[in-house]
């Protein structure tokens, strides 16, 4: 009998190299558990590889999978090529367990967003799992995938791993394809994997990662990516922002768990400092809201129903295709972004709000190289709460934008981030977020692979030991 | 009151490349509807553009031509329309760092010099073809069905924008009749009006001469160089005739009709659509390295403009203007003989003749035989038989009987044969004379030369 809850993708690859088990049965074995958490929305059958069966987000394109990015306005489009990831992990063996739930069009921090219905968070079904790879977090912390690939645009891997207690990495932008990953905002977007372990995160992150000729934003690595053994923080310098921990919003009990992990980073080697990012946090949420949106009015400007996807029947008229296509097929987040996208790039508005908007990411990012002259790493809670329940959010859309106050700055910077689960709060998993320099995923994985074998966190929900 | 006319052009120019401007699919002109598509330029979830560098390299190469500066730094930006010929919902083209600004074009004309500045150079790929049924002259309004074809969706289409330099039709139609040839001599576009890989829009307004720059109309839709200017003038026209009845010309953009010479409202200013022009965040900026642009300028070949005005100098400019507009000048050059006989016959008999198909040497040898030779000869040789060398030998052999000793005896016999027919002419029927050349012709298997035998039989039938 298979442990799917317990199972690493490192020991199941060890089952099927010691011929313990094969891919297909292990395949099975995932997809036999009762998906109670709606981490699916459609799951796959067996067909091919020798390898850890896998879980995609419902955004990275599939060849004759279904890929609807959770809108009904891609409902029943069947892609006729591979995303560079898809592709890649299929050339590693990796068998497709299926797509998994996600906000619509990545627009959101809880996946009720998704057209399809929300995912829930294994630890708690009242409560959501973060989002918006919400599905791909749920089905690697619920035992319904060894592990699983989501994309983060705002914090959309690193959230959803917190809430849901697993790991989560948002690579340096431009070291993961993005060809074939349906887009929301081109210029943030990336790929990154969930796992149960920093070691599986490392795993995956190396068959994903390197440069893409289909991809132009694409670059080599600079060295090749290590399977982290290390178990102390020796020689290392770490950065507590100050503007990141004590944001408005951190609830104690996340605050606590943070601290406590801060403590043993120094307990483990490392030496710890004070250090400030001011207008990273106070600039970064709001300039996101500018750029994101703006980029996805302008991407999600092809859903016009004319080659694909959903088309509104009966139209007479051009206009009245586009205008009934799109109010049709899009739900209320999408359509929220493209307004305030489209009013941000519109002539007369773009100078004061676009193109400001990319000054000061400029600014942002320079804030954190500054910090890097100092610091290795810089540490933080990942989401200011634990999971929320359903609805709590659903309808204040900044309360909702909250959720990635910590996480927005360093994307904006386009720098890496890991997020691994330090303990619980109100028995709910608390994410803690360690964040380098550009290319520096290799540290990361060394860094919270230390803290990962001290912390002994147990990434099993309590309700389902 | 005098009017100046002050037009600026914007000039589309697809380039031949193999494959499109941001995927792979081959460039195809005529094939059956959507045979080249791919995800890439039907515009899939999560497709992403990849920049032709062929295309790249052709649009410095041409901005170097026209005496731009190469941007060390150029950015593609996205440009938002609604159309179903653009299958992104904004086409990828390049907005305030374009790859070549600030140039110059030299157009020759026969009082001095005509300097046109080139504002920009910029490389963009172009829509799709849609087509309307049942419309109102294959208008979208009206239609019961519209059908996209996108084989020519992500052709690298270069645009050029001149400065408002221009100030009359003529001068328009002389700046894109050398730009037409520049573009065709450096290899990297067909350039056919009628194809639609070469396409002109106008700005035009009109003003006192020296006076402030007054609103300016655009004109659009004109696919030769003739209907240009029919079109440029006819829009000059329309605005002296409204200034000068007391009104007021208004931002608007018109097409021309070449049918029948109207121009209709395309778009008034409020209509003008908001473009939201951004950055491209899926492409890097484009950096082309010093030595490229060097060397792309070192593979610049002598500019039509330069040999227009060196072959003024033998000829006249009219002939200069056509010989090198024509692609026909180096051929000209190559041929041996009389320079006015030979621009003659270039101009008059062999325009739209492909050169590389023509020998230099066999088309002299025939030249210089022309007044020897019957016309028809002549003409066939023309059509058949300059390809290679030795070619015209076959037709020079069948020279022209012209000696006067053989064709007399000739008209003797016909002139006793037809008895009655004299005496008519010598009674003043003097059409009669085509009759007896004709019988000549038949006679002499059509070898004689028609301008001797006129002459012989005219004397003969003297009375």
Redesign the interface.
Known sequence: MIDTLRLTAEAAAGLIERREVSAAELHTAYLAREDDVHAYLCTTEYAEGEGVPIALKD?I?TKGVA?T?GSKI?EG?I???D?TVARRCKDAGLPLLGKTNMDEFAMGSSTENSAYGPSRNPWDPTRVPGGSSGGSSAAVAAGLAPWALGSDTGGSIKQPAALCGVVGLRPTYGTVS??????F???LDQVGPITKTVRDCARLYEIIAGRD?????TVDLLEPVEIPNATDLKGLRIGVPRELNEAEGIEPGVADSVAATIDLCRDLGAEVGECSLPRSVDYGLACYYLIAP??A??N???Y?G???GHRAAGAKE??EL?ERTRSEGFGDEPKRRIMLG?YA???GY?DAY?AQAQKVRTLIAQEHAALFEHFDLLVSATSPTVAFPLGARTANPIAMYLSDVLTIPSNMAGLPGLSIPCGLSEGLPVGFQLVGPQFSENLLFRAAHALEQTLEFDFVPGRLK | MSWEPVIGLEVHVQLKTRTKMFCRCELAFGDPENTHTC?VC??????????NRQAVEWTIKLGLALGCEIAARAVFH?K?Y???DL????QISQYDEPLCTNGTFRVPTEDGDHDVGIVRAHLEEDAAKTRHLEGAGGR?VGATR?L?DFNRGGTPLVEIVSQPDIHSAEQAKSFLELLRQTVVELGISDAEMEKGTLRCDANISVREPGGPLRIRTELKNMNSFRFIARGIDAEIARQIEIYESGGEVTQETYDFHAATGELTLHRTKEEAE?????PE????PLEPEPELVERLRGELPELPGLRLRRLERELDFYAATVLVTGGLDRLYEQVPGDRRAVANVLMNQLAGRDPAEIDPGELGKLIEARDRIPRTAFDDALANGIGKPGAADAYLQDTAIADTSELEPVIERILAANEQEVAAYRGGKESLIGFFVGQVMKETAGKANPQAVNELLREKLRP
């Open positions: 955004l394109t890929t990015a891609l489009y892609p006729v090529f995303s993005r060809f074939g990953i349906v887009a905002a081109s210029s000729p289909a991809d132009s934003t703006a980029e009015s302008s999600l400007a092809r016009d004319v080659r694909y051009l206009d586009y489209t790039l519109s002539s773009y676009y | 995800p039907l515009a899939h979830p999560g497709t992403l553009p990849l920049p996205r938002h609604w159309y179903p299958s992104k919902g904004y979208i519209s996209v908001d473009y939201r022009y951004f965040p899926d492409l890097v």
